[in-house]
């Protein structure tokens, strides 16, 4: 029997054609630790319990490989063993973000959370409201995630702006974000969280927007200063959506439940029926990589 372990979230038989070679145990440690995991070289944590996923990486005493199944690593980054790889999920949820994102830009310039309101109180209230057609919209953040958002965006007749951490052909440099913010309709975060991006959506950023713009935030809450942000909903200058928050989950005490001009929806953004298919792939073809002594996908690198 091989020595190699792997530690999988769900059972093997869900990846299809699992590589033989490999022993398979279905472990979540936030639950429960077996006395097999200093035998662990293949760690998938479990989706979406936060930082409690990496409590159990000390114990690994031969460990090799961390896959984990979110596009964003801050809450493992700083845990991983020197020597160990950690990879992403990237293109696990490229296609549920994408749907969330143009789904918040939409219902807020839309002001489908007002006819929601409006049907609650059985309130015929017809509204007239910008379309998203004719928008500058700017991807702040162009990797995976953002090339799908704007795939799902061009056939609304908008203009895509594209933002990353470098200047590239057809992408802007972060840098020029000071430039291009004043004329964009729409802005999208789409980084990851870095010490680089960590309060990047600053007072400076949000008034640098024109007046009615609209921030959609799909990348993680830290990225924007939420007092910040407060300030400008309160000011009405600016709208909002938000997919993740700081803090998170938000109290149910928090200001930005009662801020005008915002849409809050609970970090779903991969949580949907698209995700499960695209994780189960990704996980078995880097199992099938590991077993045959192939180079890992999505090494993480912090790029964005």
């Known amino acids: 029997m091989s020595d190699r372990l792997v530690w999988l979230p769900f059972d093997p038989a869900d990846l299809g054609d699992p590589p033989g070679g490999l022993r398979y145990e279905v472990v979540d440690p936030t639950e429960r630790v077996p006395d097999s995991v200093g035998q662990v070289r293949f760690y998938v944590p479990p989706y979406q319990v936060g930082s409690r996923v990496a409590e159990v990486l000390p114990l690994m005493r031969s460990l090799e490989v961390v896959q984990t199944l979110t596009a964003g690593v801050d809450n493992l980054r700083g845990s991983v063993p020197a020597g160990v790889t950690l990879c992403n ?16 830009i939409l219902s807020s310039l839309r002001g489908v959370p007002d006819f929601v309101r409006a049907q609650d109180r059985h309130t015929w209230a017809p509204a007239w409201r910008p379309a998203l057609a004719d928008r500058r919209v700017l991807l702040v953040g162009y990797g995976a995630i953002g090339a799908a958002i704007e795939r799902r965006l061009l056939p609304f007749e908008v203009e895509v702006v594209k933002v990353a951490r470098t200047a590239r052909d057809g992408v802007h440099g972060i840098d020029e974000l000071p430039v291009l913010l004043p004329d964009a309709d729409v802005v999208v975060l789409v980084v990851p969280l870095t010490d680089e991006t960590r309060g990047l959506v600053d007072a400076g950023f949000l008034a640098a927007m024109k007046d009615g713009a609209l921030l959609v935030n799909v990348a993680r809450g830290a990225v924007l200063d939420t007092p910040a942000l407060l300030e400008a909903l309160d000011q009405g200058r600016i709208h909002a959506a938000l997919d993740v928050t700081d803090p998170e989950p938000l109290p149910e005490d928090h200001a930005l439940w009662d801020a005008p001009n915002l849409l809050i929806s609970p970090h779903v953004g991969g949580a949907s029926s698209a995700m499960w298919p695209r994780a189960h792939r990704l996980v078995r073809d880097q199992l099938h990589r590991y077993a045959a002594g192939e180079p890992l996908a999505n090494v993480t690198s912090g790029a964005y």
């Open 89 to 104: 999920g990237r293109g696990i949820h490229d296609t549920s973000t994408a749907e969330l994102a143009l789904t918040l």
